[in-house]
T-cell receptor, first 115, second 112 residues
């Protein structure tokens, strides 16, 4: 397996524009996590899906953020409208939940810059 | 609320030293605990996973332990090398939803 795949790797956009980040989890994994990493706040869990269903979205900072998982092999995180303070590295991770979650694997991240 | 704390925040050691990184967590209902390594500008690489029924895991020069009763995990690195320089993060799967929550990390520098 190629691991967790995120795209794009880098995104530069202007304030007010819509941004969509994409994630393909490891085949067979049924848990998917979206994180945001900044120097000030470290790794923050934004949203957690299990079997394509959002289980906990309490970390989503504002209504400008939304996430979907239409099937087991694809998820998106959308920011609309984007703001400079959204600039960060966004990571996607997946694991397999059977009673408890097993080892989590991370993608390489998307570095978002909003100017 | 799940909270994970890592001490120290930064560590600088000469090559060859054995060192211990600490991780503490507040949720006693922890399921698994995982240690990661992150190089600057890169993603997270999984190092070790300790399941709740286990007390430790070993991989090469790395050994991680888990003490649920005290809410602590330690990552032991033997004979440190400059290539070990990175940020080390611990994360716990806990809570009713099995969320994965991270500590702030320990930034390690091993100098020749």
């Amino acid at each position: 397996d190629a691991g967790v795949i995120q795209s794009p790797r880098h995104e530069v956009t202007e304030m007010g524009q819509e941004v969509t980040l994409r994630c393909k989890p490891i085949s067979g994994h049924n848990s998917l996590f979206w994180y945001r990493q900044t120097m000030m706040r470290g790794l923050e869990l934004l949203i957690y899906f299990n079997n394509n269903v959002p289980i906990d979205d309490s970390g989503m900072p504002e209504d400008r953020f939304s996430a979907k998982m239409p099937n087991a092999s694809f998820s998106t995180l959308k920011i609309q409208p984007s703001e400079p303070r959204d600039s960060a590295v966004y990571f996607c991770a997946s694991s397999f939940l059977r009673g408890v979650n097993t080892e989590a694997f991370f993608g390489q991240g998307t570095r978002l810059t909003v100017v | 609320k799940q909270e994970v704390t890592q001490i120290p925040a930064a560590l600088s050691v000469p090559e060859g030293e054995n060192l211990v990184l600490n991780c503490s967590f507040t949720d006693s209902a922890i399921y698994n605990l995982q240690w990661f390594r992150q190089d600057p500008g890169k993603g997270l690489t999984s190092l070790l996973l300790i399941q709740s029924s286990q007390r430790e895991q070993t991989s090469g020069r790395l050994n991680a332990s888990l003490d649920k009763s005290s809410g602590r995990s330690t990552l032991y690195i033997a004979a440190s090398q400059p290539g070990d320089s990175a940020t080390y993060l611990c994360a716990e799967f806990s809570g009713g939803y099995n969320k994965l929550i991270f500590g702030a990390g320990t930034r390690l520098a091993v100098h020749p």
